[in-house]
DNA sequence: GCCAACGTTGGC
DNA sequence: GCCAACGTTGGC
């Protein structure tokens, strides 16, 4: 089992809207990144713990907790010319870009970046990196349970 | 609105 | 294959 950070702007699904989403399950759509692709195919795994990361918006931060929901499967914003992620590029016949499910659990306290990196436990998390622009980052065990800990 | 960081594109 | 230009992300 394995702990990621998914970010998502409030504005496009915050956790609210995740847990207001059928079964509390969003399609994670619209990733246009090879390393981000990648965890999805070859690491992501359903059951695998996530950290519901709001970005881009006024308070970034964790604001809930959640889980992958399936495994990862073509995604169909890239086929769509509707779609702002529509990639005109990417070959039906071989999708370049995949998709999970995503589902919420609860939302919590907001735990804020100063928060973070204030916490020597989370000093090292990939999002707090100078010019992290992933949207999706690998969490140690050691720094999911502090940030459970902490989100008591 | 600014700007640092970084991925992608495209000319050569 | 190199690398400059460009576009995007995302905190502040």
């Known amino acids: 089992m394995n702990y990621w950070l998914m970010k998502s702007e409030p504005d496009e699904c915050s956790i609210d809207d995740a847990l207001a989403a059928a079964a ?11 390393q981000a692709r990648n965890f999805m195919r070859d690491v992501m795994r359903p ?9 881009s918006c006024p308070q970034p931060g964790i604001a ?7 495994t990862p499967r073509p995604d169909p914003t890239q086929f769509d010319p509707q779609s702002p992620y529509h990639d005109p590029k990417s070959d039906p016949a071989s999708p370049r ?4 499910k995503v589902r919420a659990l609860r939302r919590t306290p907001l735990l804020g970046l100063a928060e973070m990196r204030a916490d020597p436990v989370l000093t ?18 050691a720094q999911w349970r502090r940030i459970l800990e902490r989100l008591a």
């Open 47 to 55: 059951g695998d713990g996530v950290l519901f990361y709001h970005s």
């Open 97 to 100: 870009w995949l998709m999970l």
């Open 124 to 141: 090292d998390m990939i999002v707090l990196r100078r010019g992290n622009r992933l949207s999706i980052t690998p969490v140690t065990g």
């Open 24 to 34: 509390s399950t969003v399609e994670w759509t619209g990733v246009r990144n090879y």
């Open 64 to 70: 809930g907790i959640a889980e992958i929901a399936s």
